[in-house]
């Protein structure tokens, strides 16, 4: 199946579509887990006309999905309609980043990137920072969930035979020293290993990494990790070589609750 893959917006090339104003929406997702002043990051210093994404409100559902009609709501009030292009970029977690790539993407938004190398990245490139929040006139945006495809808990246990399950966390986790213990059937993928020095690693070495996997664009995958962030990343990078994966969004701990493995 043919998808539309993320876009990763360089720094340069976010500058200046910046500067051009064309109509393009920034949306600041610094976000990590047990941080509580993510808020207080934006507003010191954002790129200018960038609106903050609060994916810790949109984060604690149990199936790990949002409200579509509380969460169209909120979209448009970042002046994002159907046609919008949106750019989602953060800090030092990727893994959030990838979250909110999908989120939007999962509620039907098809032009979404993501600025490589984050913040960071801007300033490095000459961009301007802006101060405080962001107004801007409400869009349109009718969001429908479906957009990137999803497992519920008890599906990880039913998947069909050529189905290939990935675990997306780190090796410690996957080995049941900390976290949940990981589900029968899985493979160890690493989100992490999708990165190089904090840069979403090139489609070729993308491709040779799921490769080593027997993963290919001909493939079924579903991904899960302990509380679909790292998941969310493992999609996005599978995304950005043609293949469409799908995501078990919630918690695993809910998983074990709920089915009892």
Do not use: K
């Not at 953060?90 to 990838?98: C, E, F, I, K, L």
């Not at 000459?126 to 009718?142: D, I, N, Q, Y």
């Not at 493979?187 to 190089?196: E, F, R, S, W």
């Amino acid at each position: 199946m043919s998808i539309d893959p993320p876009v990763a917006h360089s720094a340069a090339e976010a500058v200046r579509d910046a500067s051009a104003d064309g109509g393009r929406v920034f949306l600041d997702v610094h976000f990590r887990h047990g941080e509580h002043d993510c808020e207080e990051i934006y507003l010191s210093g954002h790129v200018p006309g960038a609106h903050f994404f609060p994916l810790q409100h949109y984060s604690t559902h149990p199936d790990g999905l949002p409200p579509i009609t509380e969460f169209e709501d909120e979209v448009r009030g970042w002046g994002v309609s159907s046609s919008t292009a949106v750019t989602v970029y953060g800090g030092r977690s990727w893994r959030s980043v990838a979250r909110a790539w999908w989120l939007l993407r999962w509620a039907g938004l098809r032009d979404v990137s993501f600025l490589s190398g984050g913040l960071a990245a801007w300033i490095e490139e000459g961009g301007s920072l802006e101060l405080g929040p962001v107004h801007a006139a409400r869009g349109t945006a009718t969001l429908w969930p479906g957009g990137q495809p999803t497992v519920r808990a008890d599906d990880l246990l039913s998947l069909p035979h050529d189905t290939v399950l990935i675990d997306a966390r780190d090796a410690r986790s996957f080995r049941g020293e900390h976290g949940s213990p990981a589900l029968s059937r899985a493979v160890n993928a690493p989100a992490g290993l999708n990165l190089d020095d904090g840069v979403l690693l090139d489609a070729e070495d993308l491709a040779a990494y799921y490769g080593r996997l027997g993963i290919d664009e001909s493939s079924r995958v579903v991904v899960y990790s302990e509380t679909g962030f790292s998941g969310a990343l493992t999609v996005l990078a599978l995304a950005a070589i043609g293949i469409r994966a799908a995501l078990y969004p919630g918690r695993l701990d809910e998983v074990h609750a709920r089915v009892g493995v």
